[in-house]
């Protein structure tokens, strides 16, 4: 079968018969392209969208993680301010007890 298919390749008119069925070869390969683009461009939009989303989500997720940790430190602050003023508090009695 191998010595077949080398003899065609050496006798046979096979490039000539290209030659002659090359505007069909084309048309068949430009269809493959133009089914495989309407099959991969919803595929691809797909990914892009999701991945965009998936950015805001994170996006916001940071902004979330930012303001709660403001708010957290603001807190901290507002209980040290009021510790530090009961402590004062607590000082100025025992100053006046005696």
């Not at 000539?16 to 099959?39: N, T």
């Not at 595929?43 to 892009?48: D, F, I, K, Q, R």
Request: proline letters at 2%; glycine letters at 2%.
């Amino acid at each position: 079968m191998f010595k077949r298919f080398i003899l065609y390749i050496e006798q046979a008119p096979w490039d000539e018969e290209l030659e002659r069925q090359e505007k069909s070869l084309e048309r068949f390969c430009w269809f493959v392209i133009i089914m495989a683009a309407i099959f991969f461009i919803p595929v691809c939009l797909n990914s892009v969208l999701e991945a965009k989303h998936n950015e805001k989500q994170a996006i916001e997720r940071t902004v979330s993680t930012a303001s709660n940790l403001q708010i957290g430190t603001a807190t901290n602050q507002a209980d040290n301010v009021y510790q530090s003023t009961e402590h004062r508090t607590s000082q100025v009695r025992r100053l006046l007890e005696f």
